[in-house]
């Protein structure tokens, strides 16, 4: 059984940093993109990063480009989301899930892809 | 990029049939099949429904259907029943390699 679980979430003054991590069990990890997808307090979905199976290829929304970075550690099956200058508008829950696709190059679009499972998630508060 | 268009909300009887529409671009949905959907219940982590326009994971009644046309993409639930009452999320593959989210679909079953 595929299972993702979050960890690292807490509470952390305006202008922090704080690391997310994934760990993740059932699946060869190293041959799955991975990404992190964050929901704010009573509000609807909204994608942050992903990263390529190898970890050569990563990507940001622009919300969080320059601040955030993706990372993975595939000897440890760990994904890891490093963030800094956090901000009020950071707060959220933060999912992890594991990108799937109809083929394993599906950065171009042709392939369809999309995300499964989610992690149960955890809870990022910036707050003085 | 901006947010899929969804209806805030959505309702139904129980045994009828709803559905919601996903309304997006040439750069998200009219340019890619990478369109899913995602439920989810108060306090629990998205789960797939719909995956590659109109394709269902294992396990996911087939009471559930998606498709598209041009920008749009839709999901269609039949035979509502209690469970089926959740949020609703659609979402695309972008042509900024990256991928948006509808803003979400509140569903009540009457």
């Known amino acids: 059984e595929v299972q993702l679980l979050e960890s690292g979430g807490g509470l952390v003054q305006p202008g922090g940093s704080l690391r997310l991590s994934c760990a993740a069990s059932g699946f060869t990890f190293k041959n799955y993109a991975m990404t992190w997808v964050r929901q704010a307090p009573g509000k609807g979905l909204e994608w942050v990063s992903v990263i390529s199976g190898s970890g050569d290829r990563t990507y940001h929304a622009d919300s969080v480009k320059g601040r955030f970075t993706i990372s993975r550690d595939n000897s440890k099956n760990t994904l890891h989301l490093q963030m800094n200058s956090l901000r009020a508008e950071d707060t959220a829950v933060y999912y992890c899930a594991k990108v799937v696709a109809t083929y394993y190059d599906f950065w171009s679009g042709d392939y369809p892809n999309w995300f499964d499972p989610w992690g149960q998630g955890t809870l990022v508060t910036v707050s003085s | 990029q901006s947010a899929l268009t969804q209806p805030a909300s959505v309702s139904g009887s129980p045994g009828q049939s709803i559905t919601i529409s996903c309304t997006g671009t040439s750069s998200d949905i009219g340019g890619y099949n990478s369109v899913s959907w995602y439920q989810q219940h108060p306090g629990k982590a998205p789960k797939l429904m719909i995956y590659d326009v109109g394709d269902r994971p294992s396990g996911v009644s087939n009471r559930f259907s998606g498709s598209k046309s041009g920008n749009t993409a839709s999901l269609t639930i039949s035979g509502l029943q209690a469970e089926d009452e959740a949020d609703y999320y659609c979402?695309?593959?972008?042509?900024?390699?990256?991928?948006?989210f509808g803003g979400g679909t509140k569903l009540t079953v009457l």
């Open positions: 979402s695309s593959y972008t042509s900024s390699t990256s991928w948006v």
